[in-house]
Every structure is written in structure tokens, then in C-alpha cells.
């Protein structure tokens, strides 16, 4: 595909959402056509599905039925926007792709990370990530930061052992594909922060021959 797909990680409160909207103008002031999305959601329908995964009344949904809900919302997400975005040659930055499951799901709800891809197969439609930005930063400050910002949904209210695991699956990831995900500090300032971020995109941006 002509595009370029970023895709945004990290534990709840790192900051992604912050630096998402600083990377978008950066790309955005050089006259490249953006995309952005997000998981789960991204869709009308995968939004719908994002309501009932994220809903704080829905406690007795089991890891499995999660990770199917975010696979399915996943897989509509894929086919109605990021393909056809890509196709037209534009760069979509999703904040949160199968990364997450992996962690949230795979390692946090303790179902495996070879089983949350098993249950990808069909949503990816063979699409990964040509980079993927991971927000580092440790679960304790970052379940703090959520709750000085507002109430938090299903996931985000679990107990810090839940997010422990989250942070140790994000790290496996690190080590298990160093090639297209770039670790960044987030404890730091967010102009600090920015500067890496721009670092890795100019790097990416130079590989596809967008500059």
C-alpha cells in the first residue's frame, strides 16, 4: 500500500493523547494528508462496540468476550478506514491497534499472546504497523494521572497488579519486535517528548519517501 500507518501505544495516562494531537500538527504543517482513528472505535459500528468493551456496568464480561469485541471492532475498523486510507496513499496514526490487545488482553487478562493473534488473523486483513510510537511509562503514574482527569471507564478501574501486567506486555512487545516499535519515555516534559517523537516520525517519514 502507498500509505503510511503509525500506530500509538502505552499505558493508560502516558500522555498519548497529548503528543497524538502535537504529532498531527507537526505532519499536518508540512502538507501531509492525515488520518487519524482510534481502537476500539474508529467506525460507526466499532465505535458501538466500544461502548459496551468500555462501559464500567459491564463487569462480568469475561477476557475472552473482550478480546473477541475488540478483534470484531478491530476487523471493521481495518477494512472500512485504515485500508482504504492507505490505499489513497495518506498517513494514518491510530491511537491503539493490536498492540494493545496483546497487553490488555494477551498478557493482563492472561489469555497469551499467540492466542490474541490467533483470534487477529482475520481482523489485521494482514495489516500491521509500519511504526508504533510506545508511550513508557510506569502504570503507577499513570492510573494517578486518569483519575486527576476524569472517571474512569472499565479498564482503566482495574487494580494496579491489572495495569502491572499491561506495562510488563507492552515491554515484551519492545524486545519482541525492535524493529518497528520505538520506546519513549513519557515521564518527562511534553516538549521533550515531542522532540523524540518527531526524531522517530522523520526517520519513518524518510524511509517511505515522503521527504
Do not use: W
Request: aromatic share 6%.
Amino acid at each position: 500500500m502507498k500509505g503510511c500507518f503509525i500506530t500509538v501505544e502505552g499505558t493508560d495516562g502516558s500522555g498519548k493523547s497529548t503528543q497524538i494531537e502535537l504529532l498531527m500538527k507537526y505532519l499536518t504543517d508540512k502538507g501531509l494528508d492525515i488520518v487519524f482513528s482510534r481502537e476500539p472505535g474508529g467506525t460507526e459500528i466499532s465505535e458501538k462496540i466500544r461502548e459496551i468493551i468500555l462501559d464500567i456496568d459491564n463487569k462480568n464480561m469475561t477476557g475472552t468476550t473482550e478480546a473477541l469485541l475488540y478483534a470484531a471492532a478491530r476487523s471493521q475498523h481495518v477494512e472500512e478506514k485504515i485500508i482504504p486510507a492507505l490505499e489513497a496513499g495518506k498517513i494514518v496514526i491510530c491511537d491503539r491497534f493490536v498492540d494493545s490487545s496483546i497487553a490488555y488482553q494477551g498478557a493482563a487478562r492472561n489469555l497469551g499472546a499467540d492466542v490474541i493473534m490467533q483470534m487477529n488473523s482475520f481482523a489485521l486483513h494482514g495489516l500491521m504497523p509500519d511504526m508504533t510510537l510506545f508511550f513508557d511509562l510506569s502504570p503507577e503514574k499513570g492510573i494517578l494521572r486518569k483519575k486527576n482527569e476524569r472517571a474512569l471507564d472499565r479498564l482503566e478501574a482495574e487494580k494496579l497488579d491489572f495495569h502491572k501486567r499491561v506495562y510488563e506486555g507492552y515491554r515484551m512487545l519492545c524486545k519482541m519486535y525492535p524493529d518497528r516499535i520505538v520506546p519513549i519515555d513519557a515521564d518527562r516534559s511534553v516538549e521533550t517528548v515531542h522532540k523524540d517523537v518527531v526524531e522517530a516520525i522523520d526517520r519513518l517519514l524518510k524511509e517511505k519517501h515522503y521527504v
